[in-house]
């Protein structure tokens, strides 16, 4: 029985063109892209019934003073029963439930609006292979369309004509239409011819470079540098079963930031523009090359922008990333000369890659460089000179130490950058027989010589009233023997150390809250920054015979901000004062002998 609750959903067209120009396509550019790929996908449904070469004309002519692009290809064709049901139709596909289903691009069944953007009205002339009779279908933005015999179109294929929107004839332009077909098209299996009013030119006929088996390591680098704009180092072939994948991949010249960029590249699905981002096909530290790839099995997503991020992508991702793996293997036999150039520039990427793959780590370790307090050493000087390499993780400590401990003999590794400090475990564990130690300021200072006091009053009382000038700074003062002797003294702080100065010197503040705020010191904690005063510095030296308080002052407050600056510590308001006024008087003493 029939329910007389029952209705039918409408569509409200317009909306549906707004959705999709607004939402889900980037730019009304995207028809082209439609057209062409429903043209190949007739071409494509034809090959399964006769042998006739697929081709694609594009007409650009004006008739009764008005501007119309036809898309003309020489395909299946559709009858008029397939007319009502696939083109009248959004959501309908005659591609989708095709036994060679996998052999179109289009299956959404909504490209066709994507035209409705740019002009008012779609006009399809249609004649199917199947059944021979012209058919010619008229559809609007309104919802409406109309349907007619035509004589019009006389062999087997489909002719889709617009007259473009006023605020869209810029698109319409000879250049825009060619330009667009390029890069939409310029991949494509087959011929694309552009006629119009002035003439006629083949636009696509042929294997692109990067796909042709045969083609030379120069043609292929010359297409890179057509394309990106680019002199790269080199390339070499992507390729994966899974997703049907196969390109080229191109090496930078040049170092690039590492910041996960993947929207330079070029992705083609079914030979068709897909677009340039290739986030979650490409390893995540592979932002060091360019490529040109195409898909034939990937899936799009349904503003056929990118492509879906599903288990087949990732299985593709893992054997495009071994392509990398087995390119750089291949080069440490093959040249190295590339190969170390490639480390040079992009040596950051190649940690991350080593980092992950034991085997590469065992083979480019000795070329890796590394950013160290005598500056870049590659890994094999690092182990060859010296037993012990050191390294800090943290940027603020390796300013700190680089100078003090290259003094002392001692090679540290700033592993400071992202992947650094994973990439030296991982050395642990693959090279046990070099040894890493991790180093801290702290621990400089603690491997400083001691100096005995108690056996010398000029040394008490210089630290007892250094001690009572940098108290108000939050910092003590110890006297110690380190090298080099020209440095008069290093201020060193832990974090910790650095967190309970900072928490003091808030506590000062006006803010009501501040006052409370050293309670959060541990009490018994004596970890406070310390200024250590070289003992064997020409001007501690002097310094221990000033009787002046006030020159002493000035010369402690001064060395105390330098060593604060040296160590890259920020110099809070009231050290800066002190720094000038300190400065100034100075300057005011000397200048006064001479008058
Ligand atoms: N040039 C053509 N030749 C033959 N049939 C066509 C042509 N253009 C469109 N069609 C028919 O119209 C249908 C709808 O086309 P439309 O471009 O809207 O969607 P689609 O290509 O099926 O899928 P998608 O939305 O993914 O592009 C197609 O499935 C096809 O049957």
């Not at 409705?116 to 010619?136: F, H, Q």
């Not at 810029?170 to 552009?194: C, M, T």
């Not at 979650?280 to 349904?302: D, I, K, M, Q």
């Not at 440095?487 to 967190?499: C, L, S």
């Amino acid at each position: 029985m029939e329910d007389k609750n029952k209705y039918v959903f409408q569509v409200n067209l317009k909306g549906m063109i707004e959705l999709l120009s607004e939402h889900i396509y980037s730019a009304p550019n995207i028809f082209i892209r439609e057209l062409l790929q429903n043209g190949i996908d007739a071409v494509t449904a034809r090959k399964n019934i006769d042998e006739l070469e697929g081709e694609i004309t594009v007409y650009l002519t004006t008739q009764k003073n008005q501007l119309k692009l036809i898309f003309e290809d020489n395909g299946i064709g559709l009858t008029e029963e397939e007319v009502h049901q696939f083109l009248s139709v959004i959501g309908q596909s005659s591609k989708r439930g095709d036994i060679d289903e996998k052999d179109f691009i289009g299956k959404f069944g909504i490209g066709m609006l994507s035209c409705l953007v740019v002009s008012d009205e779609i006009i399809v002339e249609t004649r199917s292979l199947i059944k021979n009779k012209g058919i010619c279908w008229r559809g609007k933005a309104d919802g409406t369309y109309t349907v007619e015999a035509t004589e019009n179109i006389e062999k087997a294929g489909t002719r889709v004509i617009l007259t473009p929107k006023k605020e869209w004839r810029s698109l319409f332009k000879e250049e825009e239409i060619k330009k667009n077909i390029l890069y939409f098209g310029d991949a494509l299996p087959i011929q694309i011819n552009l006629i119009t009013d002035k003439g006629s030119e083949i636009l696509v006929n042929k294997e692109p470079v990067w796909l042709r088996p045969e083609a030379s390591k120069k043609e292929i680098l010359e297409y890179g540098r057509k394309v990106f704009g680019i002199n790269f180092l080199d390339s070499f072939k992507l390729e994966s079963n899974a997703g049907d994948v196969k390109g080229i991949a191109y090496i930078m010249p040049y170092k690039v930031q590492f910041t996960g960029n993947t929207k330079q590249n070029k992705i083609y699905l079914k030979r068709m523009f897909l677009c340039e981002e290739a986030k979650g096909l490409l390893p995540e530290w592979s932002t060091f090359v360019r490529c040109v790839v195409n898909t034939n099995s990937l899936r799009p997503t349904a503003s056929r922008e990118s492509l879906m991020n599903d288990k087949l992508m990732v299985d593709a991702k893992n054997e495009l990333t071994l392509c990398f793996k087995d390119y750089l293997k291949y080069l440490t036999v093959t040249d190295t000369e590339i190969l170390s150039q490639i480390i040079k520039i992009h040596h950051l990427y190649i940690k991350a890659l080593a980092v992950e793959d034991t085997e590469l780590l065992k083979i480019f370790v000795d070329f890796i460089p590394f950013e160290t307090n005598k500056g870049m050493m590659n890994f094999l000087s690092l182990r060859t000179y010296n037993d012990i390499i050191y390294y800090t993780p943290s940027l603020d400590d390796f300013r700190q130490i680089r100078r003090i401990a290259g003094s002392q003999g001692k090679t540290i590794i700033n592993s400071a950058y992202s992947f650094e400090t994973d990439l030296i475990e991982k050395i642990k564990l693959t090279i046990p027989d070099v040894t890493f130690k991790k180093i801290t300021p702290q621990d400089i200072l603690d491997n400083f010589g001691e100096v005995k006091i108690s056996d010398n009053q000029y040394y008490k009382r210089f630290e007892e009233k250094t001690n009572q000038l940098l108290q108000g700074f939050y910092c003590k003062a110890q006297l110690k023997e380190f090298s080099p002797i020209d440095t008069p003294a290093i201020y060193v702080a832990n974090d910790e150390a650095m967190n309970n100065k900072n928490i003091q010197s808030l506590s000062n503040l006006t803010n009501p809250f501040s006052s409370t705020l050293p309670n959060f010191v541990k009490k018994e904690n004596e970890n406070l920054p310390t200024l250590c005063f070289n003992k064997d510095n020409e001007i501690v030296q002097k310094l221990f015979q000033v009787e002046d308080s006030f020159m002493f002052e000035a010369i402690v407050h001064i060395m105390y901000v330098q060593a604060l600056m040296l160590g890259g510590y920020p110099v809070n308001k009231k050290e800066m004062e002190v720094f000038n006024n300190a400065l100034y008087q100075l300057m005011i003493l000397g200048m006064s002998d001479f008058i």
